[in-house]
């Protein structure tokens, strides 16, 4: 088989942040591009049209949105699509690019989808594991530790509060999660941390890609409403952690693993 008949498509949201899209989505797909059989070409796509135009006006650079990704395999001749998608849940975004690609099913010989992130229990954990090792340095014994998620209205944003869960049964009383657009809330997660005895928060983005949400939202000294003001006001000492989850490699490592099983599904049918 040519090397152009298998395809591995790396589907991501996206980020205006060429610094980011590199050290996060970036490495993701060479996390991956290292590890699964060389028959297949690995490429990138992203969902968000509206991050497309913005790359494409400010860096002359062109990204496939889903639909152009897949036609264009379609075009090439691949007879064997698989994408690995980096959201971090089944969500919305995920439902959407299985039911495009089920649209498709005919133009290739076989399709498949890999899991997001956070599907598994093992995911939680070495997610979770990976975000304690990145925080032990500032676990001093009076730090409280806050993951901003995004949030969403799909039924997916339970795994907020699974990591939390997590988290509680590693011992991290100390680590908090919350969203930016659905629950656990700021506020909820403020009146958490006011139970214990801090005096430092240290927050960090619980997204793959610390883009607007993380600067903006999170890490803002001039937003009041932000979770770094909202903290501060409340009397804590705040730092933040501008890094998305791309940046650590046990993250890497779960969607090059993700990719690898679903790769062997084909394998076996």
């Given at each position: 088989m040519r090397l152009n008949e298998k395809e591995l498509l790396v589907v991501s949201f996206g980020t205006t942040s060429a610094e980011s899209r590199s050290l996060n989505i970036g490495a993701v797909e060479h996390a991956i591009r290292t590890v699964i059989p060389d028959s297949y070409c690995v490429l990138r796509c992203f969902t968000s049209q509206t991050i497309i135009n913005i790359i494409n006006k400010?860096?002359?650079l062109r990204i496939d949105n889903i639909t152009e990704a897949i036609e264009r395999a379609v075009q090439n001749g691949i007879r064997i699509l698989v994408v690995q998608p980096t959201h971090l849940m089944k969500g919305f975004e995920y439902d959407k690019l299985c039911r495009i690609?089920?649209?498709?099913k005919d133009s290739f010989?076989?399709?498949?989808v890999g899991d997001p992130l956070l599907t598994s229990e093992e995911d939680f954990l070495r997610v979770a594991d990976a975000l304690i090792d990145a925080s032990c340095v500032y676990d001093d014994g009076s730090t409280a530790f806050v993951f901003m998620g995004h949030g969403t209205e799909a039924a997916a944003n339970g795994i907020y509060e699974k990591m939390q869960s997590i988290f509680t049964g590693k011992g991290k009383s100390n680590y908090y999660v919350g969203t930016v657009e659905a629950e656990p809330s700021l506020d909820d997660v403020i009146s958490e941390v006011r139970e214990?005895?801090?005096k430092r928060i240290v927050l960090r983005p619980l997204m793959l890609v610390a883009g607007n949400h993380a600067v903006n939202d999170m890490a803002s000294q001039d937003d009041s409403e932000s979770w770094f003001s909202r903290f501060r006001d409340a009397g804590y000492e705040v730092e933040c952690i501008i890094e998305g989850l791309g940046q650590l490699p046990a993250v890497r490592d779960i969607y090059a693993d993700h990719a690898l099983n679903v790769i062997a599904g084909i394998s076996d049918n």
């Open positions: 400010r860096e002359s690609l089920s649209d498709y010989e076989k399709t498949a214990g005895n801090y």
